[in-house]
């Protein structure tokens, strides 16, 4: 299906669905400063092929969504939050299943204490707890906080930002398996010529909280897997054991030597898992 650019409450935001609008609903949240693309359409279309019916979409100041003058965010964390109910609205869904990946799955977090009517089951991919525990978690590896520390794009020109893009890229997927740099090359490429302006997702960095909710996850009473790569370099793996043993009920599936994100090495077993979790008697 053809991209869709919906406007609710004077918002607009990019959206694209896959599959049969009848099939339980599935809307997968990425990460801040990611655009849906890096949902890539190959992973969608294989939970659609499961029966599900799939919507990704742009958050604000990533791809094809309204944008905000660089520096200059004029929302919160806790509007994103409330923009991927706006998007469930917006299709004429009550509630859905919702995978949340990176930033994404504390954002998926939060929508199930602040609207959990809205949330049939969560799956939390690559992240940590949106909510602080009374156990201290482990920090990223050094390489990450080496690159993130020193890396910068050189210039404005879009060549600069997607050799920046695609090295932090490989830091990303954690160094024991393959880097397929052509492909994720080919998605930053796409990724930053679609966009309106991808140096507005910067803003991602300087967002306040608003009001998001305070309660324990220990409150969220919707089925949840977590899937974690054991290579992970921002969440080490205990991060998303953390969150299995906080949210009651919570499942972990460790990725062998997976970095951060859904590589495309990870997809057959990473959609088994979705579709099992989201499956009718399951959630």
């Known amino acids: 299906m053809a991209?869709?650019?919906?406007?609710?409450?004077?918002?607009e935001l990019c959206t694209e669905s896959f599959g049969d609008p009848s099939d339980?609903?599935?809307?997968?949240?990425?990460?801040?400063?990611?655009?849906?693309?890096?949902?890539?359409?190959?992973?969608?279309?294989?939970?659609?092929?499961g029966g599900r019916f799939v919507?990704?979409?742009?958050?604000?100041?990533?791809?094809?969504?309204v944008t905000y003058p660089p520096g200059r965010p004029g929302y919160t964390t806790a509007d994103l939050v409330d923009d991927a109910v706006r998007v469930l609205r917006a299709h004429g869904i009550a509630a859905a299943h919702v995978v949340g990946v990176s930033a994404g799955g504390a954002l998926a977090q939060l929508l199930a204490l602040a609207h959990p009517g809205r949330v049939r089951s969560l799956v939390l991919i690559s992240t940590s707890c949106a909510v602080p525990g009374d156990r201290e978690l482990p920090p990223?590896?050094?390489?990450?906080?080496?690159?993130?520390?020193?890396?910068?794009?050189?210039?404005p020109d879009a060549e600069s930002v997607i050799e920046h893009q695609v090295a932090y890229a490989r830091v990303l997927a954690g160094g024991r398996r393959p880097f397929d740099e052509a492909a994720a090359r080919d998605l930053v490429r796409r990724d930053v010529?679609?966009?309106?302006?991808?140096?507005?997702?910067?803003?991602?960095?300087v967002l306040t909280d608003g009001e998001v909710p305070r309660a324990p996850l220990s409150s969220i009473a919707v089925p949840t897997l977590v899937i974690h790569g054991t290579a992970d370099p921002m969440f080490p793996l205990r991060h998303?054991?953390?969150?299995?043993?906080r949210i009651p009920g919570g499942r972990l599936l460790a990725l062998?030597?997976?970095?951060?994100?859904?590589?495309?090495?990870?997809?057959?077993?990473?959609?088994?898992?979705?579709?099992?979790h989201t499956a009718a008697g399951r959630s």
């Open 55 to 65: 919507i990704r979409y742009d958050h604000r100041d990533t791809g094809r969504s």
């Open 140 to 155: 990223p590896t050094e390489e990450f906080v080496r690159f993130a520390s020193a890396a910068r794009a050189d210039g």
């Open 193 to 205: 010529e679609r966009a309106h302006d991808f140096g507005a997702a910067r803003n991602h960095d």
């Open 240 to 245: 998303g054991e953390a969150l299995a043993e």
């Open 24 to 49: 339980p609903p599935v809307l997968l949240v990425m990460g801040l400063g990611a655009s849906m693309l890096w949902w890539e359409e190959g992973f969608c279309r294989m939970l659609a092929a």
């Open 3 to 11: 991209e869709r650019v919906i406007e609710v409450d004077g918002i």
């Open 256 to 276: 062998r030597d997976a970095g951060h994100g859904i590589g495309r090495a990870d997809w057959s077993t990473v959609v088994a898992a979705v579709l099992d």
